[in-house]
């Protein structure tokens, strides 16, 4: 009853946890994230949690910033650095294990946005250029993408796509992913179509700009009784999604599967493999955000757990290796 208890407790907090209804912009701060490395779980949880990933590495984040938390997206850069976007609209910059300080901030905010209530703020997705350095960020309440400067140092442009607007407020574009040519996709979260799938929507260009034509209309087939909570391109064909499942039997759970891109274009299905599952007795948390990075040892796929600002959840980072041959500089299909 304790456990059914605490699962109603946060369904609730859930719609109203990170937005506490303040208005203010949070000036630039200095934040330093602690980083406590957790027990890596026996080999052989690991062998049937995992199967193809290697688990490098797991963390639990905290900061001294009361802000901090709410992370459901995540940029890598390499050398354990990395930008987190959290739920109420604050990004924060980090490197993992530094006793230096990082920093957090509210989102630039265009004019008319400056009185928004934090619930408007609610950032779930995030995707960069790693040749210009911009950024954009999807907005799960106002179903809106906004266009961000390098280190979101100013906002740019904002769009609120068409298509976009009859998906639920509190289960948008979870993911939003940049491909190599400049096209753009998303996940629609609760945004279901026919045939049990979720719908899919690919930009030919920049979502947030007025010249670029409509989207066209794809589905991913997500595993049984999972949501997508984010998406990364590892190049060629291959894009991973991962996705979440909280019930009163089980608490939070998740699966990352790997799709093979089909043609992108109108009406195209795209299904993953499960890959990864992500249960006890192995850590686990509310599974988010996605991000990765090419190091020496190979690539390395990193993956954040979301607090939503709740003392009864932790901020997990997790650091696996990808096998070599699924990153590539090849074009999507």
């Known amino acids: 009853m304790r456990r059914i208890a605490l699962i109603l407790l946060l369904f609730i907090a859930l ?21 406590q490395a957790l027990p890596m ?23 001294d910033a009361s802000v901090f938390g709410g992370i459901s997206s995540l940029l890598a850069y390499g050398n354990d650095r990395f930008t987190g976007l959290s739920d109420s ?15 957090i901030a509210s989102l630039p905010r265009l004019p008319e946005q400056i009185k928004e209530r934090h619930r408007l ?14 950024i954009w960020t999807g907005f799960e309440q106002v179903q809106r993408i ?38 753009f996709l998303t996940i629609g979260e609760r945004a279901f179509v026919g045939g049990g799938g979720h719908e899919v929507l690919l930009w030919s260009g920049d979502p947030t700009e007025l010249d670029t034509p409509p989207p066209a209309h794809l589905s991913y087939i997500a595993p049984t009784g999972y949501m ?30 790997l799709v093979r891109l089909p043609k992108l274009r109108q009406g195209a299905v795209m299904k993953g493999e499960v890959i990864a599952s992500f249960e006890p007795p192995a850590p686990v948390d509310n599974m988010e955000g ?30 696996f290796a990808l096998p070599r041959d699924w990153v590539s500089d090849a074009p999507a299909p």
């Open 15 to 35: 719609s109203s946890a990170p937005h506490f209804g303040v208005e203010t912009l949070l000036r630039p701060t200095p934040a330093v994230v602690a980083a």
């Open 41 to 63: 779980p026996p080999e052989r949880v690991q062998r049937a949690a995992y199967g193809p990933l290697k688990l490098r590495g797991v963390w639990r984040l905290r900061s």
């Open 89 to 103: 609209g604050e990004y924060v910059n980090f490197v993992l294990g530094s006793a230096s300080p990082g920093r």
């Open 121 to 134: 703020q609610d950032t779930e997705s995030m995707t960069r250029d790693p040749v210009s350095g911009r």
């Open 146 to 183: 906004c266009r961000y400067a390098p280190g979101f140092a100013s906002i740019e442009a904002c769009a609120y796509p068409p298509a976009m607007q009859d998906w639920p407020k509190d289960f948008g574009a979870e993911s939003l992913v940049r491909l190599g040519d400049g096209r």
């Open 228 to 257: 997508p909570t984010d998406a990364v391109w590892l190049g060629g064909d291959r894009l991973l999604v991962l996705t979440r499942r909280m019930t009163i039997a089980d608490w939070f759970t998740a699966k990352l599967t």
């Open 290 to 319: 996605l991000a990765v990075t090419r190091e020496k040892d190979g690539p390395m796929l990193w993956i954040v757990s979301d607090d939503n600002h709740l003392a009864l959840q932790r901020t997990l980072l997790f650091k």
